[in-house]
């Protein structure tokens, strides 16, 4: 699971956000609030980034969007390699000494940590600049590698910052800080890709981290340089960092982009940017469900520590179907109206990335087995998780070297599916084999077949209207009313989900919460 990189912003205007201050309320707030305010920090800067990224689209076109596309992959990729979990480690444990009231020891870890980040990021910028120096492509130029190096150390310190927070807890302070950058982001890189192109774009990705970048700088200041970090916990930092990014290492095969080295290597820069606009809207049918797994983790290890294993199989169930109530829906819907959003949104010069982004968004569905992803960490069997990424490493890779050469994105795309289809079966074994969780399977295949149903009448609408708004504005409410249907006649909603539901909308401000509160209660013939 990564986190957000860079949502920067306001600093000293923000109360109580600097390095050591007791986060307020954070004894008092409910998960399920701060889950509410991590949700709005995540939103907020996805729909920045998708904004951004048609905006791309329609100024560099495919060939100047898969060019930018491999430099952004290679940045993702240096930082992988050389990040050591340290932004996973000021979280835990900056959260877990705050829980302690020991904050004067989390003053001293982040400035310990952050001092030793920076010069990671030294490094990854260095590894940057020789690879554009032996680099044989020179469609980028010596500018381009500059703004690729100088975006990869701002956006480290940035996400630093960030991963401070969450362990602080302050998801209120991320989400307007989000505000301000998704603001700068969408500002800077419309007006820096017009300007100069894709070196403009990247000075624009970079305007959307400077201010939190430069606030991140505070925590080096906030204590005195000679404070010393004791041994113990610099041990455990030390194992757990590294544990993580070994994680980290190994899942970035399965689930980030390695396909874009295989496409850049034996294909071409617009072949990766059909298949990059398909995993962009991959990723946007499925942001908003997954951010109710945030308190997942905490939940259920809370549960595990008072040794009651029911609550976590309950969990685990009414989570699965809930969670896939509302990823499945989205995932099909939004496949089923590719042939015509994707054109409207991106232009018709990405038309040919439609088949390719159909099977990607169809496949997003897939992420309803993050909840297990949760559970098994729960249950301290995180070295499954390992073995397991490690397997379907080696399957991507290759996949990968198999089939990209001869059929490009079409086969990138499902080689990716193939793979990811297969982790999660396994991971669903596991649980079910060896944690004694009971899959719904009935629920899931349920749940299927109304989503399916929604998507074929959207797909009709699509098919036979003549005019793209007017296919999108009938789709839409169409499938959408043909969904909630099929999902009240087939009993999908139980009693248990509805309860969910109802504590997690508490997170959220009443004028957004109580329509779904509504349909919600329409679906179990109950009233909310």
């Known amino acids: 699971m990564h986190m957000s990189l860079y949502p920067p912003g306001i600093a000293d205007d923000v109360p109580n956000a600097g390095i050591g201050a007791q986060p307020s309320g954070v004894c008092s707030s409910s998960l399920f609030r701060k889950t509410g305010w991590s949700a709005v920090a995540t939103v907020t800067w996805v729909s920045s980034r998708f904004v951004t990224s048609v905006a791309v689209a329609r100024l560099l076109g495919p060939k100047g969007v898969g060019e930018l596309a491999y430099l952004m992959w290679l940045a993702e990729a240096v930082s992988t390699l050389t990040n050591l979990g340290v932004q996973f480690t000021v979280t835990r444990f900056v959260a877990e000494l705050h829980g302690q009231a020991r904050p004067s020891e989390a003053v001293i870890l982040v400035r310990w940590l952050y001092l030793r980040y920076l010069a990671r990021l030294a490094l990854g910028a260095l590894v940057l600049g020789a690879i554009g120096t032996l680099s044989r492509d020179r469609s980028a130029t010596s500018a381009v590698w500059l703004c690729l190096a100088a975006n990869f150390v701002l956006q480290g310190m940035a996400a630093f910052y960030i991963a401070y927070l969450a362990g602080q807890q302050r998801f209120d302070v991320t989400a307007w800080l989000n ?30 981290t400077l201010p939190h970048a430069a606030l991140s700088l505070r925590l080096i200041s906030r204590t005195r340089s000679h404070a010393q970090l004791g041994p113990e916990l610099r041990r455990r930092c030390l194992k757990y960092g590294m544990f993580t990014w070994l994680a980290v290492i190994v899942s970035a095969f399965v689930w980030s982009r390695v396909e874009i080295f295989f496409l850049n290597r034996y294909w071409d820069t617009q072949t ?21 797994c945030g308190p997942l983790l905490a939940h259920l290890s809370e549960r595990r520590g008072a040794g009651d294993v029911n ?42 990335a439609v088949p390719s982004a159909m099977v990607l968004i169809a496949f997003s569905a897939l992420a309803f087995a993050n909840v297990g992803a949760s559970v098994v960490h729960a249950m301290e069997r995180s070295w499954f998780i390992a073995l397991g990424g490690l397997a379907g490493a080696v399957l991507s890779l290759t996949g990968c070297m198999l089939v990209i050469p001869a059929w490009g994105a079409w086969g990138a795309v499902w080689s990716r599916a193939a793979v990811q289809s297969s982790m999660i079966a396994l991971g669903l074994w596991y649980i079910f084999r060896h944690l004694s969780c ?18 074929g009448v959207s797909y009709s609408i699509v098919s036979l209207a003549s005019k793209p708004a007017l296919a999108l504005t009938l789709a839409v409410p169409a499938g959408a009313l043909a969904y909630l249907i099929a999902v009240r006649h087939l009993k999908i909603v139980q009693p248990d989900d509805l309860r969910l539901l109802e504590r997690t909308l508490e997170a959220i401000p009443v004028r957004f919460s109580a329509p779904v509160a509504r349909v919600s209660g329409w679906l179990t013939a109950e009233r909310p």
């Open 311 to 352: 609550a976590i199989r309950r969990t685990f169930a009414t989570a699965t179907r809930l969670l896939a109530l509302m990823l499945f829906p989205l995932s099909f819907g939004l496949a089923s109206i590719t042939s015509v959003l994707l054109p409207f949104l991106y232009g018709n010069a990405f038309r040919p």
């Open 438 to 455: 009971p899959i719904p399977l009935l629920a899931l295949a349920k749940t299927l077949s109304a989503a399916l149903l929604s998507a």
């Open 179 to 208: 505000a301000v950058a998704s603001i700068a982001l969408v500002l800077g890189v419309t007006a820096g890709t017009l300007l100069f192109g894709m070196a403009g774009a990247l000075v624009g990705y970079a305007a959307g």
């Open 272 to 292: 990766i940017a059909m298949f990059t606009v398909g995993l962009t809207l991959a990723a946007l049918a499925t942001q908003g469900p997954m951010l109710l």
